[in-house]
């Protein structure tokens, strides 16, 4: 339970470090990066404390030439702050840099036993050079660059053990195990030199204490009576932000900028004539191309091109790509630039057959040639899982441009078509070449790109899961960024494709999340650093719309794509959050609040469609990870709604279809209909959570506060379908109430038993065989029933019910 508090602790602690960044508070940041690095390592998690290191270096005042003055012993385990006048002196200066280097070299040592330790030092390593390229300071240079030699040495020590461990990043355990025994031992060589850098800190640390205990000495003297410093933290809360004077600021550089503008506009006048000269040379280049002679391609010459079937032959080879790539540019804008540097096409058929045979055989065709022959390519090196390396093949070097070019066309092929036979045939070879593209790294953002607009198109199920197992393929395959790069954008994409959710588009919404759930789980360290910035992307709109209660902000919130993309997080966590010690259940907390604050952000009967869409997600949250979240009370709610107590208004009702419902029209709230649809729905949500719980030890007493609110309900409302249905489901809470109050009183245990608490009633968990079950299975069929007719309709008719109602002018003055 106390590790929910983890992340609220360490937002503070990043949070506290980075208020003043000013050299005189440089003292608290060390004291904040102390205890993060040692959360980070006591729990086994990964905190980027190295960045608040590093920005020590570019503090403003160690650009200057130290000034003159006493110099004093600073003892940095007891200080928090300085006076101005100190942080000019050079022991000062150079202590606090002494400081900000073995702190760094702390927090690497926490995680050097890691397996992805050469990935995480990359943009430290890359930090501390442009500081020492920079810096003046001869003692800060040699530091750093010693630093910089242990950890590439740490970097090389792991990456060996790592390439020969026999595990995959889906191997949590052997993951959790990875270099155990060398990690007790300290047999590192970052931790043979540490801990000559913890012996000489642990000695500064023992004569301090000695000092301290002869002659009482405080060196972090509190220097409020320097009038210097009150103006000096003036300065730094201007400059965190927190000033009046910012915006003047801004502005002057908003001038300057403006100003440098307009001078580099004056001398861009001067380089027209240049960029004129330049572009009528291109231009007459390419009049000079179009009228080159261009060869008019046959069916003759397109079947003697077969004969690469069978044997290997360079020239030959090249004239397909080059037919290949007019084909894929015809009908393009370049297209008669294209045919007149290669082939023309006199008629479809042609055309075709080029295709058929390139789309059928070149796969092949260019392995044997890159291989160096059939027999060859049957012996070619492959990775341990299969996948094949064509950069150590024979022929590589050769055959290199010749592939390039090749890949090159599929990927701006695959964003010309439109038609789902054709687009599957052309992803299927490219998911066949996906060996050469891994070898050619940089053709792959392009090639994410096209598959990422493949994968969110209406090209049907099949062209969306061809496109994801090419996009996942290269995420196991590809060195460790890509799989965050994979990740992001499948993110992205989905959460720009589900801004409209309709029973069309249900599906593919539907797919398009567990494809992400599946990606999410080939790394759960890069998925919880995404979960982690999303979800709190996510706050930071519901906290904007809770602060400003504008209409603007309140569509922030109240759409499809900001409910989509909590239910994506919710599956990631149940999926892999199930475990208490995993990563990915340190976002549990900040999302179940995010989803509460949502539901009751409009408490309005209009949005009582999105409250059950939050009840729905956090009831899944509460059964599949067994935890408690207080749905009741959301849905206990909605009975109290204004126009419940009125009289229902006349006009022509219309089905709702609430699994695709976020809200309706003010006109329709006040439909019997619409009413009864939404008292039905709370019902059942109520029930589905109280099921989720019925076989706990706890049900009677946790359902004591929703039976005493459904009497209530049921006393004060004079719809007589409420008042049975309300009526049915308390005879049922008490009957389930009464059935675990016998077997609780003849257990054997007592509250503190948690693995026999945990085990309670699991038999008949797994039957179902409880009084409570038994008539909800009853409720959920008639719920399937309903879902599965507006499935029917939806696939027969295209009707989509969750129509947008923002051209009524009545419902904006209702917000």
């Not at 990563?583 to 408490?603: D, E, F, I, K």
């Not at 929703?706 to 007589?720: G, H, M, P």
Request: aromatic share 8%.
């Amino acid at each position: 339970t106390l590790r929910q508090l983890l992340y609220p602790l360490v937002q503070v602690c990043l949070g506290t470090a980075r208020l003043l960044p000013n050299i005189r508070f440089a003292p608290l940041r060390f004291q904040c990066v102390r205890t993060l690095t040692q959360l980070s390592s006591e729990l086994g998690i990964f905190v980027p404390v190295a960045p608040l290191v590093t920005e020590v270096f570019h503090f403003a005042q160690l650009s200057k030439t130290p000034g003159k003055g006493k110099d004093r012993p600073y003892d940095w385990s007891v200080m928090i702050k300085v006076a101005k006048a100190d942080t000019e002196k050079r022991q000062y200066q150079e202590g606090m840099m002494a400081q900000a280097i073995f702190l760094l070299a702390e927090h690497l040592h926490s995680t050097a036993y890691s397996p992805s330790f050469p990935e995480i030092v990359i943009p430290t390593i890359t930090a501390l050079r442009k500081v020492s390229k920079k810096t003046k300071i001869s003692s800060l240079q040699s530091r750093i660059r010693k630093l910089c030699q242990e950890i590439e040495k740490q970097s090389q020590w792991v990456q060996k053990r790592r390439d020969a461990a026999d595990f995959s990043p889906k191997d949590h355990d052997k993951i959790a195990n990875f270099l155990r025994d060398e990690r007790e031992q300290r047999v590192a060589p970052f931790s043979q030199w540490f801990a000559k850098e913890l012996k000489a800190f642990e000695a500064s640390e023992a004569h301090w204490r000695k000092q301290a205990e002869g002659k009482g000495i405080r060196v972090d003297r509190d220097d409020d009576d320097d009038d210097d410093d009150d103006d000096d933290e003036a300065a730094a809360m201007r400059e965190a932000g927190l000033g009046d004077e910012l915006s003047e600021k801004k502005q002057k550089r908003a001038a300057s900028k403006s100003a440098s503008m307009k001078d580099s506009d004056d001398e861009s006048d001067d380089d027209d004539d240049d960029d004129d000269d330049a572009q009528a040379a291109k231009k007459k280049k390419a009049e000079a191309r179009m009228t080159a002679p261009s060869v008019e391609l046959s069916a003759d010459v397109v079947r003697s091109w077969e004969i690469l079937k069978k044997q290997e032959h360079l020239p030959t080879l090249k004239k397909v790509i080059t037919a290949f790539r007019c084909a894929v540019h015809y009908g393009d804008e370049d297209a008669g630039e294209e045919a007149a540097t290669g082939y023309s096409f006199p008629s479809a058929h042609v055309f075709n057959l080029l295709m058929q045979f390139c789309f059928a055989h070149l796969d092949e065709i260019l392995r044997r040639h890159c291989a160096g022959g059939k027999a060859a390519l049957a012996k070619a090196a492959k990775t341990k899982s299969g996948f094949e390396k064509p950069d150590v093949w024979p022929h590589w070097k050769r055959h290199q441009g010749v592939v390039k070019s090749y890949l090159t066309q599929l990927v701006h092929f695959v964003g010309k078509l439109s038609e789902p036979a054709m687009l599957l045939v052309v992803l299927q070879q490219l998911h066949r070449m996906l060996p050469f593209f891994v070898v050619l790294p940089k053709m792959c953002p392009k090639l994410l790109r096209a598959l990422l607009s493949v994968w969110s198109s209406e090209h049907g199920q099949e062209a969306c899961l061809l496109s994801y197992a090419s996009i996942r393929q290269l995420a196991s395959e590809m060195p460790s960024p890509y799989i965050e790069h994979a990740l992001k954008g499948l993110y992205l994409t989905y959460a720009r494709t589900c801004r409209s959710t309709n029973r069309t588009t249900l599906q593919r919404v539907v797919l398009m999340s567990s494809c992400v759930v599946d990606v999410c789980g080939m790394d759960m360290q890069i998925a919880y650093q995404h979960g982690f910035v999303y979800i709190r992307q996510l706050a930071i709109h519901l906290r904007n719309a809770l602060q400003k209660s504008s209409e603007e902000a309140y569509r922030q919130v109240y759409n499809w794509q900001f409910i989509n993309c909590i239910r994506l997080w919710a599956q990631v966590l149940c999926a892999y959050g199930k475990d208490p010690k995993s990563t990915l259940r340190q976002l549990l907390y900040p999302l179940v609040q995010v989803c509460l604050g949502t539901a009751r952000l409009l408490p309005n009967i209009r949005f009582a469609p999105l409250r059950f869409q939050c009840v729905r997600t956090l009831t899944q949250l509460s059964s599949e990870l067994g935890i408690f979240v207080p749905v009741a009370p959301l849905v206990t709610e909605v009975f109290h709604f204004a126009q419940l107590s009125k009289t229902p208004g006349k006009g022509k009702d219309r089905p709702y279809d609430w699994s695709v419902m976020i809200k309706v029209a003010k006109a329709d709230t006040e439909k019997r209909q619409y009413q009864e649809g939404m008292m039905a729905q709370a019902i059942f949500l109520l029930a589905e959570h109280l099921h989720s719980t019925a076989y706990s030890p706890s049900f009677p007493e946790i359902v004591i506060p929703t039976i005493t609110a459904l009497r209530k309900v049921s006393k004060k409302t004079k719809i007589s379908s409420l008042q049975s249905r309300i009526r049915k489901l308390c005879q049922e809470i008490e009957k389930q109430s009464q059935w675990v109050q016998k077997r609780r009183d003849a257990a054997d245990f007592s509250p503190k038993d948690h693995d026999k608490i945990a085990n309670f009633l699991r038999d008949e968990r797994e039957q179902r065989v409880a009084p409570f079950s038994q008539w909800f299975a009853k409720e959920l069929k008639a719920f399937e029933a309903s879902e599965a007719h507006w499935r029917k309709q939806a696939e027969g008719k295209g009707i989509r019910v969750d129509r947008d109602d923002d051209d009524d002018d009545d419902d904006d003055d209702d917000d």
